[in-house]
Nanobody
Framework: QVQLVESGGGLVQAGGSLRLSCAASGRTFSSYAMGWFRQAPGKEREFVAGISRSGFSRYYVDFVKGRFTISRDNAKNTVYLQMNSLKPEDTAVYYC?????????????????WGQGTQVTVSS
């Protein structure tokens, strides 16, 4: 079983930056592909970024390309999401998740463990 704990959310002005962290328990972190999702009020949870278990392959949804960067440190059992040039429409609860796969996964159904989420609010 994997437990995921996100941190780093908060309130930031438009154009600002935040770095989200997701710490994973267990010894098999490097066996999982990892992903970040977000859910805004009244909307469905959506994929934001994913990274393969090695960290060499990364994928971003179009609306965050060039602004967000996903990375992982397998020695620290942690995955990160660096978010720059934040916009009010980025406001959401951000979740990290793990998938029992080597390659980047894009759909929520591929992920079997989820964190509790961290709130990101971007003011205009």
């Amino acid at each position: 079983q994997v437990q995921l704990v996100e941190s780093g959310g908060g309130l930031v002005q438009a154009g600002g930056s935040l770095r989200l962290s997701c710490a994973a328990s267990g010894r098999t972190f490097s066996s999982y592909a990892m992903g970040w999702f977000r859910q805004a009020p009244g909307k469905e949870r959506e994929f934001v970024a994913g990274i393969s278990r090695s960290g060499f392959s990364r994928y971003y949804v179009d609306f965050v390309k060039g602004r967000f960067t996903i990375s992982r440190d397998n020695a620290k059992n942690t995955v990160y999401l660096q978010m720059n040039s934040l916009k009010p429409e980025d406001t959401a609860v951000y979740y990290c998740a793990s998938a029992p796969a080597a390659t980047t996964q894009y759909v929520p159904g591929a992920y079997n463990y989820w964190g509790q989420g961290t709130q990101v609010t971007v003011s205009s």
